[in-house]
């Protein structure tokens, strides 16, 4: 008998078990079903990291939304109990029946303590008109070869140029308005960990932001930008917009360095350790850089900064921590050049006048952290904080326009000593069963400052007494010390109406401001025995200063001597309506007043004018959030008080009128597939003017017009994400050309275009390679651009002309990026 080969035997057995595998598949498929959808509010805000508890006959089932709100888990075929929750939003249970659809579900829920608020837990992805966020993918993906490249990327209509080309902080223009620094004009309050960065009574400038150069790009976990004065948990410089940029706690690995070389002698590192301690997030970081820049005389541009966390969770409720940053920068730069003079070949765009433009900062901040969760949902936090920088900046604007024999160089001087502290305490309730929350706090923030003008040559700030500049009455020597204090409080109270379909806020702020000035002017006719020891010793005195002080010396002097005070209230109204329960639209009305406090020196100088000047902003808009594609739109209407400025430069004063703004912004969010994604805006001002001024030209009554600022500012990116390793942005921003004098249009600063690309390939786990384009089109363009006097050598002729800062040229940057040791 012939015997049967072993390979039948095989043969059957892979068919029984093949046959066994089907069917036990297609008993399962029938017994499961695809639990899908997403968690939002009834406004649309898609919600991460919501719990998700599914109970079954078999057990629970548990799942997280993922940073789009999204969720999605197998079930059994069987009546479903599924429990919605997380921190800070309402906890929900609902109820499914066998025959219920599944997949594509569109969960809504409402946030206890909404987003708006700082350091909470939640972040809302979706566009609105008020809020916007972004998060850490293009800080920690990209190549950051000059530091003001970080502001650049917040966008939200916001305008951003060097103002000399290296250390100094940048000039802002937003919504029409020429910000400076970033503190007149109703100003763009920033913050870092909820410490201010703008700095009032500058040494060079009122709100000035130079404190955002000890900031490292890695450290940046996510920003929030609210457009406009609505919120009452801030106030001085805010009348534009707050930006409050959140510090990473901990890093995800334990060690991380990053190290970059590019063009312009441009070389920087980043380095960090991040330990694992059960129940400790905490981290110290160093970032050294340099860059020469593309200019003749070169940028010599130095930064070192320091920055450290220690954060203990005493529970999943309760953490208190430690923050420190530390940073110094040494620079020289070329300033602002004549374009006229370029424009003839008499100077390369990248040229200079005066070689000895720059300056040197060191500056530190300590801070203190405490929050507390309490399981009614309250919660409570509290932080404080103490800073010290030195500022020393050179500068020379108008050459020698007011000193032929010298130059017109001077040396801005800025010592200070600062504290603050900040309480927050919000309180969830019902209020006849609607779901509200009540905000109540409290900040101080105080300012010990020694600033001065100081002529100078060679960066020796002697010019003053030198021989043969003795009767120059328009080389001006200031100083002064000044105690800047503000108290404020506010109360904050939303609430949710007709299922949550109608939210209202409503709010109230309180400013009260302490001016204290000792200080004088020094002008006119002097010996020639220099009065610098006399000087130098009288700033080291707690007396009052006393222009009689100088009497034997001086002709000419000016005492800034006296105590201000003023107080400002803030009223905040704010309502978000969204009629449908599917259909992802929502209607927004917002108001707010925002005020600018004015430099001490200019308040005790001219006591009558305003020491305070406020922004009342009117937004209205709507807002498309589905799950591929988001759209808002909204209207503004900004109007501004009278202002005084003082001009640190100079030592004069300017008073600016009432002024208004409107028109329109635009912004989208589509993500084209899984991989990739397209962002962008547009901010078009349609006038900004001043109501009560008029001037006559050609037999006509003209309105004279807010300058300096341009009326369309437009960015658009497409960013491809986790592609086999790559990450990449390709960026774009824009904006229009705008005039330089109220009364005459044909003065008018250029516009721009400028795309940037950046990619990064994760090579390992552990290692990606990073590369960066700066100006991809080598576009030819310059940044600041103002309109003034000046005198180019000592025995040319005055002109006014157009002065700007050049933008960068073309710009490669390779770089490669370790993280060692991941926690999890």
């Not at 004009?185 to 960065?197: R, T």
């Not at 020891?533 to 006393?546: C, D, G, L, V």
């Not at 005492?559 to 704010?574: D, I, T, Y």
């Amino acid at each position: 008998m012939k015997q049967d080969s072993p390979f039948r035997y095989f043969y059957l057995i892979f068919l029984t078990v093949a046959f066994a595998t089907v069917f036990t598949a297609d008993v399962s498929a029938q017994n499961t079903r695809t639990f899908s959808g997403t968690v939002a509010t009834q406004q649309f805000e898609l919600i991460p990291n919501v719990s998700i508890e599914i109970e079954t006959s078999d057990g629970k089932i548990t799942a997280i939304t993922d940073a789009e709100g999204a969720f999605s888990v197998q079930v059994p075929n069987e009546p479903l109990s599924v429990k919605f929750f997380g921190s800070n939003i309402a906890p929900l249970t609902r109820i499914f029946s066998v025959t219920d659809t599944l997949i594509r579900l569109q969960i809504k829920t409402s946030f206890i303590i909404r987003p708006i608020n700082e350091n909470v837990t939640i972040e809302a992805n979706t566009l609105t008109p008020e809020v916007e966020q972004r998060n850490d993918t293009v800080y920690k993906n990209t190549l950051f070869g000059r530091d003001d490249q970080l502001i650049q990327t917040l966008n939200a209509g916001i305008n951003a140029g060097q103002h000399e080309g290296g250390g100094k902080s940048l000039e802002i223009r937003r919504f029409g308005f020429n910000l400076d620094h970033g503190g007149v004009n109703g100003g763009l309050k920033i913050l870092v960990d909820n410490v201010q960065q703008n700095q009032g009574t500058q040494g060079h400038g009122q709100g000035y932001l130079g404190a955002l150069k000890s900031l490292s790009p890695e450290l940046v976990e996510g920003i929030s930008i609210i457009n406009g004065p609505f919120s009452a948990a801030y106030g001085d410089f805010s009348g534009l917009g707050v930006v409050q940029i959140r510090q990473r706690e901990s890093l995800a690995q334990q060690f991380t360095a990053r190290i970059q070389y590019g063009s312009f002698n441009t070389a920087r590192g980043f380095f960090a350790y991040s330990p694992k301690i059960k129940n400790v997030e905490a981290f110290l970081a160093y970032e050294p850089s340099y860059t020469d820049g593309p200019f003749i005389n070169r940028g010599r541009y130095r930064r070192d900064n320091f920055t450290g966390n220690f954060t203990w969770k005493r529970s999943e409720r309760e953490a208190v921590g430690f923050k420190f940053n530390a940073g110094r920068n040494n620079f020289f730069s070329s300033g602002q050049i004549p374009l006229d003079l370029v424009a003839a070949g008499q100077l390369d765009r990248f040229g200079f006048i005066d070689p000895e433009n720059g300056g040197k900062v060191q500056l530190g901040t300590a801070g203190i952290y405490y929050r507390k969760e309490f399981t009614s949902g309250a919660t409570f936090k509290a932080d404080g904080f103490v800073g010290r920088s030195l500022f020393d900046l050179f500068s020379n604007f108008t050459f020698f326009l007011n000193d032929p024999i010298y130059g017109d160089e001077i040396q801005q001087h800025d010592s200070r000593l600062q504290e603050g502290a900040n309480a927050q305490f919000l309180q969830p309730y019902k209020f006849f069963g609607k779901q509200s929350l009540l905000t109540v706090g409290a900040n101080f923030h105080f300012n010990q400052i020694n600033v001065g003008l100081y002529p100078s040559t060679a960066r020796n700030p002697n010019r003053k007494f030198l021989p043969g500049n003795v009767n120059n009455p328009n080389v001006l020597l200031t100083s002064a010390k000044a105690n800047v204090n503000n108290y404020a409080g506010y109360v904050q109270n939303g609430i949710d109406l007709f299922n949550g379909h109608l939210h209202l806020e409503a709010g109230l702020r309180f400013d009260y401001f302490t001016f204290d000035v000792k200080g004088f002017e020094l002008g006119g006719t002097i010996t020639e025995e220099p009065p610098v020891e006399r000087i130098a010793a009288n700033n080291n005195t707690n007396s009052r200063f006393s222009c009689n002080q100088f009497a034997d010396l001086m002709t000419d002097c000016l005492s800034l001597n006296g105590k201000e005070g003023a107080v400002r209230f803030q009223p905040k109204l704010s309502a978000v309506f969204s009629p449908f329960e599917t259909f992802p639209v929502s209607f927004y009305g917002n108001y707010g007043r925002g005020i600018s406090s004015q430099d001490a020196r200019g308040v005790v100088r001219n006591p009558d004018a305003p020491k305070i000047s406020t922004t009342d902003f009117y937004q209205a808009g709507t807002s498309y959030n589905a799950r591929r594609l988001s759209l808002v739109g909204s209207f503004f209407f900004i109007d501004r008080s009278n202002e005084q400025v003082y001009i640190p430069d100079d030592g004069s004063i300017e008073f600016a009128g009432r002024s208004r703004s409107y028109g329109f912004e635009i912004r989208n969010s589509v993500r084209l597939n899984r991989f990739l994604s397209f962002n962008g805006g547009l901010t078009q001002v349609l006038e900004a003017f001043y109501p009560g001024d008029f001037f006559e030209n050609s037999n006509s009554r003209r309105r004279v017009l807010v300058d300096s600022a341009p009326h369309i500012v437009a960015n658009g990116s497409f960013v491809l994400s986790e592609l086999r390793g790559f990450n990449s942005s390709l960026s774009w921003r824009h904006i229009s050309s705008y005039r330089l004098d109220g009364q005459n249009d044909s003065i008018r600063a250029a516009g721009h275009d400028v795309v940037d690309l950046s990619v990064a390939k994760r090579l390992r786990k552990w290692v990606d390679l990073n590369f960066s384009i700066d100006n991809v089109l080598d576009k030819r363009y310059f940044e600041t651009q103002n309109y003034f006097e000046s005198r180019t050598c000592p025995t040319c002729g005055v002109a006014e002309r157009i002065h700007a800062t050049p933008g960068f040229s073309r710009a490669f940057n390779v770089g490669v990026t370790f993280r060692l040791g991941a926690k999890e």
